[in-house]
């Protein structure tokens, strides 16, 4: 059986082996990492101090720190989230008597200028109860074919509300095209089809890039929206992001709206949670809907103690996962190999095309080897996200290994 591989030192980074032999590929998958926080650290990423080893055949190697780009999601909650989380004070949130929920509640209506706000395990969850609570069955929501409501929540409006979905293509900046939209709007007094009832607009749109919707575009939805009698929902997971790229607060983009969800658990790195927010009859019926789902959470104090860290210290810092975008987009361009429109990378995301023949399912696999990990789009297309955790060190890094591999 072979031998585990010994740490041998933890005091300076070692330089990788060059060549690399079936022992060391298997001691990076296996090798315990020794790391060290310092406590001046701005960020996990640039203080890890690695373990060398020393393996059966007496190379030296160094487990490489894995530069995970596949998701915002991955993001670990902050040591000040995890000790807000410890000290937290807790009720049972079913009967509204948990405080550190209801602290977060009123944290998240004040942030985007709406009465009332509610707490939801998912993104997912926020987004149908929302939909729950402007639609009812045979009812009809306006979506883009490339919005996430419409592609990734498993069609929950659909199978569980009976809403219909009248799916409009998304333009490649996100919007839907307000000349689609006046079309597509269905006239109440007509038997025969379903009641237009809701337009459901993503800001950033993740499909699209993390592309912003203007806040004028979002001005001339709400104005069809009004002389139609239509609500509109904002899918808002990356709202912020949006808000630190136009450099305005969140309440210029969600006056429009009629309800937002925005996520706790992406760039803003809290482990779980989005909020749901709206005017408060509407979260009195998005309430219901999320009870109906089995979301009442108890002494849910836990996760909000991280959401209002979050939604306190992590907003502005957003600007450093953009401009690391930034600088994976310019060096991507750099490359003969990769095709990328510089002008939809605006926020955290960077989407590109392999135009070198080599497929997206490849191109991972060759990444992963190498302890870079982004995002399958299918085709040739690949999609990269910055987040906390990510420096601009790494992303050199990650520019020299994808450089690597396409040659
Ligand atoms: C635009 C958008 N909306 C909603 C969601 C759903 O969030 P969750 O994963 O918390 O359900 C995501 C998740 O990636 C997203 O990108």
């Given at each position: 059986?072979?031998?585990?591989?010994?740490?041998?030192?933890?005091?300076?980074?070692?330089?990788?082996?060059?060549?690399?032999?079936?022992?060391?590929?298997?001691?990076?998958?296996?090798?315990?990492?020794?790391?060290?926080?310092?406590?001046?650290?701005?960020?996990?990423?640039?203080?890890?101090?690695?373990?060398?080893?020393?393996?059966?055949?007496?190379?030296?190697?160094?487990?490489?720190?894995?530069?995970?780009?596949?998701?915002?999601?991955?993001?670990?909650p902050t040591s000040a989230m995890r000790s807000a989380m410890a000290r937290a004070e807790l009720g049972d949130d079913v009967y509204g008597e948990d405080p550190t929920v209801n602290r977060l509640e009123a944290l998240a209506a004040e942030r985007v200028g709406k009465q009332a706000a509610m707490l939801t395990p998912s993104g997912t969850m926020g987004n149908l109860c929302a939909l729950l609570a402007h639609c009812g069955r045979g009812d009809e929501a306006i979506v883009g074919d490339g919005s996430h409501i419409y592609n990734y929540e498993g069609g929950g409006a659909s199978a569980l509300g009976g809403i219909v979905y009248h799916v409009l293509p998304n333009q490649p900046d996100g919007t839907l095209a307000l000349d689609h939209l006046?079309?597509?709007?269905?006239?109440?007094?007509?038997?025969?089809?379903?009641?237009?009832?809701?337009?459901?607009?993503?800001?950033?749109?993740?499909?699209?890039?993390?592309?912003?919707?203007?806040?004028?575009?979002?001005?001339?939805?709400?104005?069809?929206?009004?002389?139609?009698?239509?609500?509109?929902?904002?899918?808002?997971?990356?709202?912020?992001?949006?808000?630190?790229?136009?450099?305005?607060?969140?309440?210029?983009?969600?006056?429009?709206?009629?309800?937002?969800?925005?996520?706790?658990?992406?760039?803003?790195?809290?482990?779980?949670?989005?909020?749901?927010?709206?005017?408060?009859?509407?979260?009195?019926?998005?309430?219901?809907?999320?009870?109906?789902?089995?979301?009442?959470?108890?002494?849910?104090?836990?996760?909000?103690?991280?959401?209002?860290?979050?939604?306190?210290?992590?907003?502005?810092?957003?600007?450093?996962?953009?401009?690391?975008?930034?600088?994976?987009?310019?060096?991507?361009?750099?490359?003969?190999?990769?095709?990328?429109?510089?002008?939809?990378?605006?926020?955290?995301?960077?989407?590109?095309?392999?135009?070198?023949?080599?497929?997206?399912?490849?191109?991972?696999?060759?990444?992963?080897?190498?302890?870079?990990?982004?995002?399958?789009?299918?085709?040739?297309?690949?999609?990269?996200?910055?987040?906390?955790?990510?420096?601009?060190?790494?992303?050199?890094?990650?520019?020299?290994?994808?450089?690597?591999?396409?040659?």
């Open positions: 059986m072979a031998q585990p591989p010994r740490p041998i030192a933890v005091d300076r980074p070692f330089p990788a082996c060059e060549e690399e032999t079936d022992d060391i590929r298997m001691s990076r998958a296996t090798a315990p990492i020794v790391s060290i926080m310092l406590p001046q650290a701005r960020s996990t990423a640039s203080v890890i101090i690695r373990a060398t080893y020393i393996l059966p055949n007496g190379a030296r190697t160094m487990p490489q720190k894995t530069i995970d780009l596949r998701s915002d999601t991955v993001t670990l006046r079309a597509a709007v269905r006239w109440l007094d007509d038997p025969h089809s379903a009641q237009t009832r809701l337009i459901c607009l993503e800001n950033t749109h993740n499909h699209c890039g993390g592309t912003v919707l203007p806040p004028a575009y979002m001005a001339d939805v709400a104005r069809l929206a009004r002389e139609r009698g239509l609500a509109i929902h904002l899918d808002g997971a990356r709202l912020f992001n949006a808000a630190v790229a136009l450099g305005i607060d969140a309440r210029e983009i969600t006056r429009h709206v009629d309800s937002v969800q925005f996520c706790l658990s992406k760039g803003l790195s809290a482990p779980v949670g989005s909020l749901l927010c709206g005017d408060a009859d509407f979260i009195k019926r998005a309430r219901r809907a999320r009870k109906m789902l089995g979301g009442g959470m108890r002494q849910a104090g836990v996760i909000a103690a991280a959401g209002i860290v979050a939604l306190e210290t992590m907003i502005d810092r957003l600007a450093e996962d953009h401009a690391n975008a930034r600088i994976l987009a310019e060096g991507l361009a750099g490359l003969p190999q990769i095709a990328i429109d510089l002008e939809r990378v605006q926020t955290d995301i960077v989407i590109f095309e392999l135009r070198n023949g080599m497929d997206a399912d490849t191109f991972v696999h060759r990444l992963r080897a190498r302890g870079v990990l982004v995002g399958d789009m299918g085709g040739e297309r690949i999609r990269a996200v910055t987040h906390y955790g990510i420096d601009a060190g790494d992303i050199e890094q990650a520019l020299d290994v994808i450089s690597s591999v396409l040659v």
